[in-house]
């Protein structure tokens, strides 16, 4: 049972250029959360998606970055004309369906985006 | 506002027990979940608690007073393999996103 994939591992951006970044969730997993995670700092939730739904995106910036989670295919998370502060790693998580409160979210192995 | 509040760093000895706290403000509750983060790596799911009480899994155990807005995790029997940073995290509503603190550094020495 493959867990949370994400892919790239590891992005280099230069100034001004896109990043995308994708999330596949676990299998029978409907739900898809991205975070960040700056050095020295805790996760910071971004946005919440179902399948062709945006659930919750009060933490997304609101200029520059989108999400977006097709019927088909994985979740993208999309920053266009990154800057350095856009550093940071970048996790997925994914969750069943609403039906059990104690239902948590796995996590991927993250991207790590690097702007020079 | 959210606000979620644990230790920066933490020390232990190999074979002792050690106490990590957390102490929460939200604008609501549902569930307050624990994760381990090992550098460079994934959160993975610890526990999960959403009565008081205490919930024991193994090594590890996860307590929680909702009125005092307070949880702990308890790590016994610490192995070298325990040092990581431990994610508290709060399910403030619904069942939608979770709101994590820092994290608590925990460096295990021999």
């Known amino acids: 049972n493959a867990g949370v994939m994400q892919n790239p591992r590891h992005l280099v951006r230069r100034r001004g250029q896109e990043a995308r970044l994708r999330c596949s969730p676990m299998k029978g997993h409907s739900h898809v959360y991205w975070y960040r995670q700056l050095p020295e700092e805790g996760l910071k939730f971004m946005v919440y998606l179902q399948k062709e739904n945006i659930i919750d995106e009060s933490g997304m910036p609101k200029e520059r970055f989108s999400a977006e989670f097709p019927k088909e295919g994985p979740s993208i998370l999309r920053i266009q004309q990154v800057v350095r502060g856009d550093s940071a790693a970048y996790f997925c998580a994914s969750s069943p369906p609403v039906g059990r409160a104690s239902e948590t979210q796995y996590f991927g192995p993250g991207t790590r985006l690097l702007v020079l | 506002g959210q606000n979620i509040d644990q230790p920066t760093e933490m020390t232990a000895t190999e074979g002792a027990i050690v106490q990590i706290n957390c102490t929460y403000q939200t604008s609501g509750f549902n569930g307050l979940f624990w994760y381990q983060q090992h550098a460079g790596e994934a959160p993975t799911f610890l526990s999960y608690n959403v009565l008081d009480g205490l919930e024991e899994k193994g090594r590890f155990s996860s307590f929680l007073s909702r009125s005092k807005g307070y949880s702990y995790l308890l790590l016994k029997e610490l192995q070298m393999k325990d040092s990581a940073s431990y994610l508290c995290?709060?399910?403030?509503?619904?069942?939608?996103?979770?709101?994590f603190g820092k994290g608590t550094m925990l460096l295990v020495s021999p």
């Open positions: 995290a709060v399910r403030d509503r619904g069942y939608s996103t979770l709101t």
